[in-house]
Protein backbone atom coordinates (compact mmCIF):
# COMPACT_ATOMS: atom_id res chain seq x y z
CA UNK A 1 0.00 0.00 0.00
CA UNK A 2 1.21 3.26 -0.92
CA UNK A 3 1.98 6.00 1.49
CA UNK A 4 1.04 9.51 0.42
CA UNK A 5 1.73 12.64 2.70
CA UNK A 6 -0.40 15.89 2.95
CA UNK A 7 0.60 18.95 4.25
CA UNK A 8 -2.22 21.12 4.72
CA UNK A 9 -2.68 23.81 7.03
CA UNK A 10 -6.58 23.55 6.87
CA UNK A 11 -8.26 21.16 8.57
CA UNK A 12 -11.23 20.85 6.76
CA UNK A 13 -9.30 20.53 3.36
CA UNK A 14 -7.19 18.58 5.10
CA UNK A 15 -9.36 15.90 6.13
CA UNK A 16 -11.80 15.31 3.11
CA UNK A 17 -7.66 14.65 0.93
CA UNK A 18 -6.99 11.88 3.68
CA UNK A 19 -10.55 10.29 3.47
CA UNK A 20 -10.51 10.25 -0.22
CA UNK A 21 -6.88 8.73 -0.09
CA UNK A 22 -7.76 6.15 2.34
CA UNK A 23 -10.84 5.17 0.15
CA UNK A 24 -8.76 4.95 -2.95
CA UNK A 25 -6.70 2.56 -1.79
CA UNK A 26 -3.37 4.88 -0.26
CA UNK A 27 -2.38 5.24 3.59
CA UNK A 28 -2.67 8.49 4.47
CA UNK A 29 -1.38 10.72 6.97
CA UNK A 30 -1.74 14.35 7.31
CA UNK A 31 0.24 17.21 9.19
CA UNK A 32 -0.81 20.76 10.02
CA UNK A 33 2.28 22.83 9.63
CA UNK A 34 5.70 22.04 8.57
CA UNK A 35 6.92 21.01 12.20
CA UNK A 36 5.15 18.02 12.45
CA UNK A 37 6.26 17.15 9.17
CA UNK A 38 9.71 17.17 9.39
CA UNK A 39 9.41 15.12 12.69
CA UNK A 40 7.41 12.43 11.22
CA UNK A 41 9.99 12.49 8.30
CA UNK A 42 12.74 11.89 10.59
CA UNK A 43 10.79 8.12 11.33
CA UNK A 44 9.40 6.84 8.43
CA UNK A 45 8.71 8.27 4.34
CA UNK A 46 6.25 8.64 2.05
CA UNK A 47 5.97 7.31 -1.77
CA UNK A 48 4.48 10.79 -2.26
CA UNK A 49 3.84 14.09 -0.54
CA UNK A 50 0.51 16.58 -1.15
CA UNK A 51 2.17 20.10 -0.27
CA UNK A 52 0.67 23.33 0.67
CA UNK A 53 2.32 26.65 -0.86
CA UNK A 54 0.50 28.65 1.53
CA UNK A 55 1.30 27.34 5.60
CA UNK A 56 2.55 28.87 8.81
CA UNK A 57 6.03 29.47 9.77
CA UNK A 58 7.71 28.01 6.86
CA UNK A 59 5.72 27.62 3.25
CA UNK A 60 6.04 24.82 0.80
CA UNK A 61 8.51 26.08 -1.43
CA UNK A 62 10.76 26.32 1.71
CA UNK A 63 9.74 22.45 2.55
CA UNK A 64 10.40 21.69 -1.32
CA UNK A 65 13.57 22.79 -1.34
CA UNK A 66 14.89 21.59 1.70
CA UNK A 67 13.34 18.03 0.37
CA UNK A 68 15.62 18.61 -2.82
CA UNK A 69 18.79 19.04 -1.23
CA UNK A 70 18.70 16.05 0.80
CA UNK A 71 19.94 12.76 -0.85
CA UNK A 72 17.54 11.37 1.32
CA UNK A 73 14.43 12.87 0.11
CA UNK A 74 15.37 14.36 -2.73
CA UNK A 75 13.65 11.61 -5.14
CA UNK A 76 10.37 11.57 -2.99
CA UNK A 77 7.35 13.01 -5.65
CA UNK A 78 5.73 16.05 -4.44
CA UNK A 79 2.53 17.15 -5.83
CA UNK A 80 2.10 21.39 -4.79
CA UNK A 81 -1.12 22.28 -3.76
CA UNK A 82 -1.83 25.63 -4.00
CA UNK A 83 -4.82 28.47 -3.94
CA UNK A 84 -2.90 31.05 -5.87
CA UNK A 85 -2.75 29.51 -9.29
CA UNK A 86 -0.48 32.20 -10.72
CA UNK A 87 1.81 31.53 -13.53
CA UNK A 88 4.98 32.82 -10.93
CA UNK A 89 4.32 30.45 -8.35
CA UNK A 90 3.50 27.80 -10.59
CA UNK A 91 6.89 28.25 -12.22
CA UNK A 92 8.51 28.76 -9.14
CA UNK A 93 7.09 25.48 -7.73
CA UNK A 94 8.07 23.50 -11.30
CA UNK A 95 11.72 24.99 -10.98
CA UNK A 96 12.37 23.95 -7.66
CA UNK A 97 11.74 20.31 -8.07
CA UNK A 98 7.72 19.70 -7.93
CA UNK A 99 6.41 17.01 -10.07
CA UNK A 100 3.00 18.43 -10.51
CA UNK A 101 0.60 20.80 -9.08
CA UNK A 102 -2.93 20.98 -8.41
CA UNK A 103 -4.54 24.41 -8.36
CA UNK A 104 -7.55 24.96 -5.58
CA UNK A 105 -9.78 24.18 -5.63
CA UNK A 106 -9.62 20.86 -7.49
CA UNK A 107 -11.87 18.06 -8.02
CA UNK A 108 -10.56 14.48 -5.97
CA UNK A 109 -10.98 12.52 -9.28
CA UNK A 110 -8.40 14.70 -10.67
CA UNK A 111 -6.14 14.44 -7.04
CA UNK A 112 -6.37 10.77 -7.67
CA UNK A 113 -5.74 10.94 -11.23
CA UNK A 114 -2.12 12.99 -11.03
CA UNK A 115 -1.16 11.12 -7.84
CA UNK A 116 -1.42 7.94 -9.86
CA UNK A 117 0.27 9.24 -12.97
CA UNK A 118 3.52 10.87 -10.60
CA UNK A 119 3.58 7.71 -9.45
CA UNK A 120 3.59 5.71 -12.21
CA UNK A 121 6.33 7.93 -13.69
CA UNK A 122 8.20 7.82 -10.71
CA UNK A 123 8.24 4.04 -10.56
CA UNK A 124 9.34 3.29 -14.11
CA UNK A 125 12.85 1.78 -14.72
CA UNK A 126 15.63 3.48 -15.17
CA UNK A 127 17.17 2.14 -18.60
CA UNK A 128 20.66 0.55 -19.06
CA UNK A 129 23.62 2.76 -19.64
CA UNK A 130 24.48 3.10 -22.90
CA UNK A 131 28.22 2.60 -23.90
CA UNK A 132 27.33 5.57 -26.32
CA UNK A 133 24.67 8.03 -25.62
CA UNK A 134 25.40 10.32 -28.34
CA UNK A 135 24.81 14.53 -27.99
CA UNK A 136 21.92 15.99 -29.27
CA UNK A 137 23.56 19.48 -31.00
CA UNK A 138 21.12 21.95 -33.53
CA UNK A 139 20.72 25.72 -33.24
CA UNK A 140 23.34 25.97 -30.63
CA UNK A 141 22.34 23.86 -27.97
CA UNK A 142 23.63 20.65 -26.98
CA UNK A 143 22.03 17.89 -25.06
CA UNK A 144 23.50 14.45 -23.40
CA UNK A 145 20.46 12.11 -23.00
CA UNK A 146 22.72 10.09 -20.48
CA UNK A 147 24.20 12.74 -18.14
CA UNK A 148 20.77 15.03 -18.55
CA UNK A 149 22.78 18.04 -19.01
CA UNK A 150 22.04 21.05 -21.71
CA UNK A 151 24.79 23.80 -22.90
CA UNK A 152 24.16 26.65 -24.71
CA UNK A 153 27.06 27.60 -27.74
CA UNK A 154 27.31 31.02 -28.19
CA UNK A 155 27.34 32.30 -31.60
CA UNK A 156 30.89 33.43 -33.56
CA UNK A 157 32.43 31.05 -30.34
CA UNK A 158 33.28 27.66 -29.25
CA UNK A 159 32.38 28.59 -25.20
CA UNK A 160 29.53 26.60 -24.19
CA UNK A 161 27.07 27.74 -21.23
CA UNK A 162 25.38 25.25 -18.85
CA UNK A 163 22.12 25.49 -18.75
CA UNK A 164 20.17 23.99 -15.55
CA UNK A 165 16.52 22.29 -16.72
CA UNK A 166 14.16 20.80 -14.82
CA UNK A 167 13.40 16.97 -15.51
CA UNK A 168 10.09 17.75 -17.40
CA UNK A 169 11.80 20.91 -19.34
CA UNK A 170 14.68 18.62 -20.00
CA UNK A 171 12.66 15.66 -21.58
CA UNK A 172 10.73 18.59 -23.78
CA UNK A 173 13.75 19.78 -25.06
CA UNK A 174 14.87 16.49 -26.18
CA UNK A 175 11.24 15.22 -27.50
CA UNK A 176 11.82 18.77 -29.57
CA UNK A 177 15.17 18.21 -31.14
CA UNK A 178 14.88 14.81 -31.97
CA UNK A 179 11.82 15.88 -33.72
CA UNK A 180 12.95 19.29 -35.66
CA UNK A 181 9.64 21.15 -37.14
CA UNK A 182 6.96 18.33 -35.99
CA UNK A 183 4.43 20.15 -34.65
CA UNK A 184 3.28 18.74 -30.96
CA UNK A 185 -0.25 18.86 -29.75
CA UNK A 186 -0.04 19.95 -25.93
CA UNK A 187 -2.10 16.34 -25.42
CA UNK A 188 0.09 14.47 -27.47
CA UNK A 189 3.15 16.33 -25.05
CA UNK A 190 1.39 15.54 -21.92
CA UNK A 191 1.06 11.46 -23.18
CA UNK A 192 4.70 11.71 -24.50
CA UNK A 193 6.42 13.90 -21.56
CA UNK A 194 4.18 13.27 -18.19
CA UNK A 195 3.08 10.18 -19.59
CA UNK A 196 -0.50 10.75 -18.63
CA UNK A 197 -3.50 11.16 -20.95
CA UNK A 198 -5.42 13.23 -18.30
CA UNK A 199 -7.48 15.76 -20.38
CA UNK A 200 -8.12 19.75 -19.28
CA UNK A 201 -4.39 20.08 -18.42
CA UNK A 202 -2.65 21.62 -21.19
CA UNK A 203 -1.91 24.73 -19.32
CA UNK A 204 1.00 22.91 -17.66
CA UNK A 205 2.64 22.59 -20.97
CA UNK A 206 1.85 25.88 -21.44
CA UNK A 207 3.85 26.67 -18.00
CA UNK A 208 6.99 24.03 -18.92
CA UNK A 209 7.22 25.23 -22.68
CA UNK A 210 7.34 29.06 -20.64
CA UNK A 211 9.85 28.14 -18.74
CA UNK A 212 12.21 26.23 -20.93
CA UNK A 213 12.43 29.21 -23.57
CA UNK A 214 13.38 31.51 -20.88
CA UNK A 215 16.18 29.45 -19.59
CA UNK A 216 17.39 28.91 -23.75
CA UNK A 217 17.65 32.40 -23.79
CA UNK A 218 17.62 34.10 -27.69
CA UNK A 219 17.79 29.92 -28.72
CA UNK A 220 14.55 29.32 -26.91
CA UNK A 221 13.15 31.14 -29.92
CA UNK A 222 13.87 27.79 -32.06
CA UNK A 223 10.85 26.29 -30.02
CA UNK A 224 7.83 28.09 -31.85
CA UNK A 225 3.86 28.27 -31.17
CA UNK A 226 1.96 26.64 -33.59
CA UNK A 227 -1.47 28.31 -33.47
CA UNK A 228 -3.95 26.15 -32.35
CA UNK A 229 -2.08 22.79 -32.48
CA UNK A 230 1.05 22.82 -30.36
CA UNK A 231 4.12 23.80 -30.29
CA UNK A 232 7.37 22.64 -32.47
CA UNK A 233 11.14 23.17 -32.96
CA UNK A 234 12.61 24.44 -35.74
CA UNK A 235 16.21 24.60 -36.44
CA UNK A 236 17.33 27.70 -37.47
CA UNK A 237 18.42 28.18 -40.83
Same mark, same amino acid.
Given at each position: ?53 ? !?? /? +?? #? &? ?5 ? %? ?65 ? !?? /? +?? #? &? ?5 ? %? ?60 VGSLRT????? #? ?17
Open positions: MKKIWSVEDEQSIREILLYTLRSTGYEARGFEDAASFWKALEQDQPDLILLDIM !LP /E +SD #G &IEILNKL %RSSPKTARIPVIMTTAKGTEYDIIQALEDGADDYLVKPFGMMEMAARIKAVLRRCEQPVPARREESG !LI /E +SG #G &IIADPES %RKVWLEHKGSREREKIELTRKEFDLLVLFMSHPSRAFSRDELLEQVWDTGFAGETRTVDVHKLKEA #GEQIETVRGIGYRYEIPA
